[in-house]
Structure formats: structure tokens, C-alpha cells
């Protein structure tokens, strides 16, 4: 295989346009502004609720989450339904590109996709990312693990963002080690004849989180934030990974087709919105007491001060999440990260109150609560929109999603719950939060340069599939010819059902996963 037929794929997780044309005025993408001038850019839309956990496993299967089956960070516990644990790659209930590309024939190198750990037995090196246990076998094949280790070793998880306490100046340093890094571990991974290849860097999301003020021009904050030295110093890590992907696509060969993308983009936030603290003060749901207890005692600043403590580690990783609710009076309930409600149905949750007969009418009453609700302190609203299912999911798995979801006002987020559980308030930290709008940038000789419009995620998986000759019927998604060329399949394949193994992690190993999404205010 020659190199010129390579596909590298390198994301930016939260990449977001905004954002990359401040720094390109700053001089601080060179490599990436080149890209763009000789290439194609567009728009790249993400699904809904637009988080990590759900996009990833779009982009990997050309599949919304209607079609893959994964809409959070954690799925019901088929054992105990009241309970969740961590989505893993065993969720993902359709099969993905490099599935695909491995049983043609070609090899893959995939590196940090988040959920793709543990990682799929593909033809090639996989490093899995993003929340790892420790000690656990998240290189394949595992036997190419020593060589890693030996050569580059890849540094797991970190970079959680969300104390209160935490420090800029160490988060900063933390993000450059870990790009620094990962980026050796890639090219190392790079190495011999593939196909298509993904490295993801996710420094960009959780930098975008914390300092989305310093980032995002229309941040009410940022004139006055954005010739100080954090500034400055989020503009050199920026040029780090800059030069990071330069020297992946050097690894890829001169004549590699690259493409640059985005999960999702971002936006600025001032303000917060406890979605279960509103859904009590409209009176759709009533606090279980137990749970009350257990996330008043997470919030507190007793937990904050020895949560980093070995005492304080080993509580948080035997506490299992309590019911949130309770369900004999509660009506709808916080269902994913992102905005998600669900009605409590009989027939469909453990102890459903509404008749099937009744949910047209309580969801109409439920939306109409939300859409009314006004923020006494800012007299702004903090819900724009509330999407009903079947808007926006369809396909196998579309029961699995949420009733509805919330679409945030400017400047407002429905992530996290807030300052100590208070129903709204203002936030310096987090100032960036997700949005659909993300990128895409196409360079190489079988590019078609220009504007590509706005394309859906779900797209990416079918354009790198018809870059290998390949097509896949039943597919959401459609292929980008801009991108991957006018060329005929030479092999036609067909989607079929996915009976994946369980994820195989122990009791223990699923805590450890939960609390690393919980210092990323994934979940709570």
C-alpha cells in the first residue's frame, strides 16, 4: 500500500469555527489556515443532545443516535433498571468504520476516539480513549502494548476541569503534557501500512469548557479577557496543536488525504440551569430523599476538600447513584446530559405514573412548563425550544432516546447543575458550552476546494468508506464526494444487526470510568 492511499482523519473535539478564525487572526494556525486555503471547509452538524458520547459513535457509524443507540454517558442497567452504568464500546449497537474497513481487507489505526474502549478486535492499532480504567487493556492488539509503552507511552484520561479550585496555570501545563504526549503516541501508532486512520485530541473540549470565555469573541467577558496571560498562554497550547497536527500529517505521507473535524462546535455561557432543580419547581418531579442526601453531599464543599483524598477517592468510587426521584409523584425526569427529559410511562419505567393514553397531552403540558419558565435574577428565559422525540431521532433504536429535548437560550446551559444545586445561576466556570455547529476541512489532491455547506456528522462514516471503494447500504449518512472523490464502489456491503459482547469491565472498573465523567461534569 502506498501512502498516497491514505485517509488520516484528525479531530479537534469541539472544534468550532468561531473560535478557529480568532486564533487564525492571531497567527496561531498557521498549518491549519494553509489547509483551509487550498482545501474544502464547512459547517459539521452534530446530533442531538450534542455531547461527546453521542457524536463519537455517530461519526464512527454513519448511524444518528436513533440508528447506534447511544444518547448518554450512561445506559440503564439491564440487572437493576434503576441504575446506570458507564457506556462503553459494547453499547454502540451498529457496526463502524473500521469494522467495516477490517473485514475488506484494509488496516485502520485509530487513536483516543472516545467510546471505543474497550477497544473493537479490528485489523490494525487501536489506542481507546476516552475514559480508561486504570490498568485496564485499552491498546490493540494488546501484544503492540509494550512496544508503546517502550517507545511513546499514551497518557490516559485527565484534564478534569471542573473543581471549583482548580488551578489555571496547572491546567494549562496538564493540557500540554497531555498533547505533547499523545501526539508522540500517535505517530508512533502511525507507523506501517493503513488505510484510513483517526487521531482524536479532546484538550481542545475541555480547554473550551473552562476558559470558553478567553476563546469565544461574543463571550460577554472576552474584551476584557483576551490580552491577559491566560490568553495568551490558551493561544500557544493552540499553536502546540497546530504543530501537533502538522506532524501527524507528515507521519501520513505528502499525498494523504486529510480531514479536520469536530464532534460538535461551542459556544459562550454566562448563565446555568439546573434542569432536575426546574422540573422540581414546576412540579413535574419530587426529590427522592436518599438521593437528596447523596447529591447535597456531593455538592457541598465537604466533598469538594477530600474528594482528592485517598478516603475521599474510595468513597466516590463506592457510591453508587441513587434514584434522583421520587416516582410515585414525579412526572418527567432529567433523562441524558444535554437537555434530556423523559416522562415517567407506565409500561416503560419501573414505576411509570402515566397511562400511554395520557403522554401526547403531558407532553405538550410538560414542554409548555419548560418554554414559560423565566429566571427571576436575570429575567431572561433559559429555554429556547423543546424538541419532541421523533424530530429529531428515527431508526432501531429511537425508543431508546429521550422523550424530549431542551434547546438552550443564548448564553444559557442545561450541563452540570449549577452552583450548589441553586435552580439558576451565573457561572465564570464553565463559560463554553457545546453547540451543533462544528467543522470540517478537507485537504488533498482528490479535493474538491470550496465551501461545503453544512453536512451532517452521520456523513463522515460513508465518505470514508467510498474513499476505500466501499459502500454501505441501510446507512444514514451520505458520502461527501467533495471529500472523498467520485469513485465507484468497487464492493457494496450491508448494515446488519450488532450482538456485541458486554463490555466485560468489573464492578470496580465502571466506578472508576464513572468518576472520571463526574470530574468532567458529565455526570453527576
Known sequence: MTQEDRLLIIGWDGADWDIINHLIEYDCLPHVASLMSKGATGVLESVVPTHSWAAWPTFLTGMD???????????????????????????????????????????????NVPVFFPPLPVKGRVISGVAVPPKAQFVHPWTWKSELDRRAPFPVNGLEWADANVDARKLLDEARELLLKRTESFKVMLEGDWKVGACIFVETDRLQHAFGAYLLPKHPDHNRLVDSSIARDLRELYRLLDEATAQLIQAAGPRATILIVSDHGFRPIDRLLNLEALLEHLGLAVS??????????????????????????????????????????????????????????????????????????????VIEALLGYEDPESGRRPVANVLRREQVHSGPYAHLSPDLFLVSNEGWSVFGSGQKGALTSHTSLPTGQHRRA???????????P?????????????TVLAYAGLRVEGLQGQPIHEIAGQIQPERTMATKDVQRASSGLSAEEENQVSVHLRDLVYIE
Open 65 to 111: 443516535p436513533g440508528g447506534h443507540g447511544v444518547f448518554d454517558f450512561v445506559e440503564r442497567d439491564p440487572r437493576q433498571p434503576l441504575m446506570r452504568t458507564p457506556v462503553t464500546s459494547a453499547s454502540i449497537r451498529a457496526n463502524t468504520f473500521p469494522e467495516y474497513l477490517s473485514n475488506a481487507g484494509y488496516e485502520v489505526r485509530l487513536g
Open 438 to 448: 462544528g467543522i470540517v476541512i478537507g485537504a488533498g489532491e482528490n479535493i474538491t
Open 288 to 365: 427522592g430523599r436518599a438521593a437528596a442526601a447523596n447529591k447535597a453531599f456531593r455538592q457541598s464543599s465537604l466533598a469538594s476538600r477530600v474528594k482528592k483524598s485517598r478516603f475521599g477517592h474510595a468513597v466516590r468510587r463506592r457510591v453508587r447513584t441513587l434514584s434522583p426521584v421520587d416516582w410515585s409523584r414525579t412526572v418527567a425526569y432529567k433523562a441524558a446530559t444535554g437537555g434530556g427529559v423523559s416522562l415517567n410511562l407506565k409500561g416503560r419505567e419501573p414505576h411509570g405514573i402515566i397511562e400511554p393514553r395520557d403522554y401526547e397531552r403531558v407532553s405538550a403540558e
Open 450 to 462: 470550496g465551501d461545503l455547506g453544512t453536512r451532517p456528522l452521520r456523513d463522515i462514516a460513508p
